[in-house]
């Protein structure tokens, strides 16, 4: 089977100060980041069966997938997105994660979990992230290359 397989991963922190949020984005992630993402859960207290949840998933290093977990007390999310196989799924990706954390912001600031402020939110969130994640949309600033899987 073809894949594609792009560059290394990187990392976006961010500070969303009108909901008082900390976030940490890491994209274009594969299996060699396991461990690195594994300390940052457990670092913002991710308990022990979630740690081994994202640690499978991690390690399989399936394309186009994503995770994202939130200390609610803390105000802290980790979004986690693996390689995409192209622009389109990695946009598919990042819509879907982006939701969830706008999801866990709205639930912490006790607004429940649909209508018109988890779509704000999660706007301002996507603006945010917008600078590194555009790199991923754009096939001239991200180079997929094909790779045997």
Request: net charge neutral; charged share 25%; with cysteine.
């Amino acid at each position: 089977m073809i894949g594609l397989k792009c560059c290394s991963m990187k990392v976006q922190r961010l500070y969303l100060g009108p909901y008082r949020w900390r976030m940490t984005v890491f994209y274009d992630t594969a299996p060699e980041d396991c461990d690195t993402i594994l300390k940052c859960l457990a670092d913002i207290g991710c308990e022990r069966r979630k740690l081994g949840r994202a640690e499978e998933n991690l390690r399989r290093g399936v394309r186009n997938t994503g995770l994202t977990f939130s200390n609610r007390q803390d105000r802290e999310s980790i979004v986690v997105l693996s390689e995409s196989s192209s622009e389109a799924e990695f946009a598919n990706t990042w819509f879907h994660e982006v939701f969830h954390a706008a999801v866990h912001i709205a639930e912490a600031d006790g607004l429940g979990c649909n209508g018109e402020p988890v779509a704000y939110i999660g706007g301002y969130i996507a603006m945010r992230m917008q600078p590194q994640a555009s790199l991923f949309m754009c096939s001239k600033c991200h180079r997929y290359e094909m790779q045997e899987n």
